[in-house]
Every structure is written in structure tokens, then in C-alpha cells.
């Protein structure tokens, strides 16, 4: 099935500081969706990209699909301490299948 | 609308004993999936019903493991007999249409302790 690469696996910033994490498949993905996971909590639903170079932006996140539609990033401006939790991103198994294959995640740690 | 509810929240169990976790999708949501969270292997997915039919099951790690959605509101995962390796925290999550295509909203998950 698909597989969906995610990198780091980690990253410490100081809080105002920017913070990036990449995704990466080894195929061509229809979409690719963008999800955040507090600590003890569920992961959220952030955005959803389909268009190949497409950015969207939410306030402080900037969310870009590759022109090749084979990687994804996430920005964030000057992170707050609300930022801290871990950032997936998620495409289409493929292969007939019809669910998500998520990546392993960044954990953001955000230093006041 | 109250999400997806998931029960128990935390379930500490003995190796060899069954464990059943239960899930009620959103109202409307004809998609549930059934995650498995742990450290190391990170987010998988187990299993995935659509309109209460598996789909795609090929996520299930072994027999022990099965699941049912007998109705549009409501679905099980079971384990038995559980093992120490099953600790994890298993998440529920529906949308309302093509799984790849849609938000997926995931409930509070169950937080499963086989000792």
C-alpha cells in the first residue's frame, strides 16, 4: 500500500521561532490531508489540499501540495505555546483501497 | 452534535482476556474506521466500514482481532484473547462520505492496557 514519509520525526523550537515539516510519498496522491494530535488527545482534522501546487494558509499555518503531487509541507509563523503536539499528514492508501495512510508524525516541542 | 463516542476511555486488562471496545460514529457518517496508535508503529489503520460492510480489513493484525458494525450507529472492536503487545490506544473515526476524500473525525480513542 501507500507510503507516506514524514520528516522530522521531531523538532524542539523556541517559542516565536518557525517550524516546517515535510511529507513525502513515493507515488502520486489525489489529495493529502493535514491533521494535529495534542497530547492525550485525538487527532484533529487541519486541511485538506487536492490541486497540484495549491497553498492554503490559516492564519499562522501555510500548507503546501508539490507540483508533482508527491510531498506536502506545513509552516508555522512565530509558534505559541498552543502550537505543541504532533502534526500527521495523511493520502489515500491507493491500490483500490479507499482509506488514509497516515504519516508517523512531528512532534513539535515548543521551548518558552 | 457530540462527535464520535468512544467507551471505555481506558481499559486495563489480564493477557487471555477479551476486550471490547465500542464506537458511535456522527449521525449521518456512512464511513468508520478503526485506528490502532502506539509509539512505534504510529497511526494504522485496522479496519474500515462503509453503508456497516468491511471494506477493507487487510489492516487487522492477526484472528484475534475482529470487528462488526451490526448498525449505522454503532461498532465494535474485539480482542481475544489480548496480549501485552495489544496496549495502545485505539481510535474510532467517521466521515461523511469517500474515506480518502473526506475530514475523518476521530473520537477520544480507548486507551487499552494488557498487562
Known amino acids: 500500500g501507500q507510503q507516506v514519509m514524514q520528516i522530522p520525526q521531531y523538532q524542539h523550537v523556541q517559542e516565536g521561532e518557525d517550524f516546517t515539516t515535510y511529507c513525502n510519498s513515493s507515488?502520486?496522491?489525489?489529495?493529502i490531508q493535514w491533521y494535529k494530535q495534542r497530547p492525550g488527545g485525538h487527532p484533529v482534522f487541519l486541511i485538506q489540499?487536492?490541486?497540484?501546487?495549491e497553498v492554503k494558509k490559516q492564519k499562522r499555518l501555510t500548507f503546501q501540495f508539490g507540483e508533482a503531487k508527491k510531498n506536502s509541507s506545513l509552516h508555522i509563523t512565530a509558534t505559541q505555546t498552543t502550537d505543541v503536539g504532533t502534526y500527521f499528514c495523511a493520502g489515500p492508501e491507493g491500490g483500490g483501497a479507499d482509506g488514509l495512510t497516515f504519516g508517523k508524525g512531528t512532534h513539535l516541542i515548543i521551548q518558552p | 452534535d457530540a462527535g464520535v463516542i468512544q467507551s471505555p476511555r481506558h481499559e486495563v486488562t489480564e493477557m487471555g482476556q477479551e476486550v471490547t471496545l465500542r464506537c458511535k460514529p456522527i449521525s449521518g457518517h456512512n464511513s468508520l474506521f478503526w485506528y490502532r496508535q502506539t509509539m512505534m508503529r504510529g497511526l494504522e489503520l485496522l479496519i474500515y466500514f462503509n453503508n456497516n460492510v468491511p471494506i477493507d480489513d487487510s489492516g487487522m493484525p492477526e484472528d484475534r482481532f475482529s470487528a462488526k458494525m451490526p448498525n449505522a450507529s454503532f461498532s465494535t472492536l474485539k480482542i481475544q484473547p489480548s496480549e501485552p503487545r495489544d496496549s495502545a490506544v485505539y481510535f474510532c473515526a467517521s466521515t461523511p462520505g469517500l474515506a480518502y476524500y473526506n475530514e475523518q473525525f476521530f473520537g477520544p480513542g480507548t486507551r487499552l492496557t494488557v498487562l
Open positions: 489540499l487536492v490541486k497540484s501546487g
Open positions: 507515488t502520486t496522491l489525489s489529495n
